[in-house]
């Protein structure tokens, strides 16, 4: 026992002689370290919102409109940002997640109704993530038969069997597939005092399609599920109040990357689709938009993207489902839980991955009635989720000095308030097209 004491001492001793010699990491190396340390729930939340639906639409915002609608890119980066910001900040405060404090603050019964609609929206849009799947698979002449089920096991057991810090690790991976769209948009040599002019001059119709297109891009982009993964992640993480300053910098740093990957997505397809009287109808279509990158090889590109952003949907939409119903009702959650640890939590999660990939595989699925009643829960949910973060965020019994600052309150009432007019304009355009002009 004397000499493995002994030993463990010596050891010890030379540790320290070695370290005495190691300089520590100073400034800006120190604080980009703990950046990195620290990076994931803004990234990958921000990133999800460019899932297989909001390519799709930010492709066809691109060849319907060419760089007619840039401009409404700016204000979403500060609207998008204020939220993810807010929820971050209330994850780190208070150590809870959304649908906790929502329950906690507003009853049981306004909790089972948010409840409800989440679970039903994002099981629908859960769908058609594996939708995605199956068409950037069928790209590589993959069946769907082969490609969805392979892939919702490979979610699974990403989330069911690893940590934590692996998901989000694969899960950030996966957000590098939009490069593509970045040097696409390069190549393809569009029009850039054009771009710069749709970017700075606001235009707005009430014409059926513009007015469609320019609430779904809304949307797409500022989605209820997002705000559930950010909070309920940078909880899991154990980010508090005193390393806060970091993940501030995540959720905005991912924001404006998320952004830019559409502000380029749409000028790849203005570029090339738009400009050649080309329309979004299938995935190859908006292959073309990678033309100027991979000639030929444009298809495969797109799919790989495709692919990856709706890899990263499918796996990030059923954990925010599973995140917030189990917070709702008092469960055990977490993604390093075991089954036996967290059963409702990886219950939910193994549930949503199961149905949406079982009914992806569906011959002539009308995909397009499912994302339509989706997106109106969705329109329904969004402003209620609003108004219930800027209500929790401002609560000084539960935030403390973190409350929200006389301007940043004033971005983030404005921000609720436009997108809840968007919200009931785009519902009320949907059950009621004749009210737009066509």
């Known amino acids: ?59 066809a915002v691109g060849a319907e409109h060419g760089y007619r609608l840039l401009w409404i890119l700016l204000p ?26 929502i329950r906690e603050r507003f009853g049981v019964r306004w909790t089972a109704v948010v409840m409800l609609a989440l679970l039903i929206a994002n099981a629908g849009v859960t769908v058609s993530e594996f939708v995605g799947i199956a ?12 490609s969805v089920p392979l892939s919702a096991l490979g979610i699974w057991w990403l989330v069911v069997k690893s940590s934590y810090q692996r998901v989000e690790r694969v899960f950030l991976l996966m957000s590098l597939v939009f490069l593509g769209y970045i040097i696409s948009a390069f190549l393809a040599r569009p029009d850039w005092n054009a771009v710069a002019l749709g970017l700075v001059k606001p235009s707005f119709s009430l014409d059926y399609a513009y007015l469609f297109t320019l609430v779904a891009v809304v949307g797409t982009t500022i989605s209820p599920y ?21 993940t501030k910098w995540d959720v905005w740093v991912g924001t404006v990357l998320a952004i830019l990957v559409v502000f380029f997505i749409v000028i790849s397809t203005a570029a090339t689709l738009h400009t050649h009287g080309l329309h979004i109808e299938s995935a190859s279509d908006a292959a073309r938009a990678l033309r100027p990158l991979a000639g030929p090889y444009a298809e495969k590109l797109f799919a790989i993207g495709l ?3 709706s890899m990263l949907a499918a796996g990030v939409l059923p954990l925010a489902t599973a995140y917030s119903i189990s917070e709702a009702l008092g469960f055990e959650k977490g993604v390093s839980r075991s089954f036996r640890e967290a059963p409702i939590f990886l219950g939910i999660f ?33 402003p209620i989720i609003l108004f219930a973060i800027l209500k929790l965020v401002n609560t000084r019994e539960l935030m403390g000095a973190y409350v929200n600052g006389l301007i940043y309150n004033i971005g983030a009432w404005l921000t609720a308030i436009v997108v809840t007019c968007l919200s009931l304009l785009f519902i009320l355009v949907t059950l009621f097209p004749g009210l737009a002009r066509r």
């Open 76 to 101: 979403i980066t500060i609207s998008l940002g204020l939220v993810q910001e807010m929820c971050a900040r209330m994850g780190a405060v208070t150590g809870k997640g959304l649908a906790d404090l």
């Open 307 to 309: 692919f990856g952003a």
């Open 226 to 246: 997002m705000q559930v993964y950010v909070q309920s992640s940078v909880v899991e993480k154990g980010v508090t109040p005193e390393d806060y300053g970091r």
């Open 1 to 59: 026992m004397a000499e493995s004491r002994a030993a463990v001492v010596a050891t010890g001793r030379r540790l320290l002689r070695r370290g005495r010699g190691v300089k520590p990491p100073s400034g800006w190396r120190r604080n980009f370290l703990g950046f990195l340390a620290i990076l994931g729930p803004g990234m990958i939340a921000a990133s999800a919102g460019n899932d297989a639906g909001g390519i799709a639409t930010f492709a």
């Open 350 to 382: 193994t549930f949503l991955i199961a149905v949406g990939a079982a009914i992806a595989v569906i011959p002539g699925l009308p995909l397009i009635r499912v994302l339509l009643v989706t997106q109106v829960i969705n329109g329904l949910l969004l």
């Open 135 to 146: 068409a950037a698979a069928e790209l590589f002449g993959i069946p769907r038969f082969i």
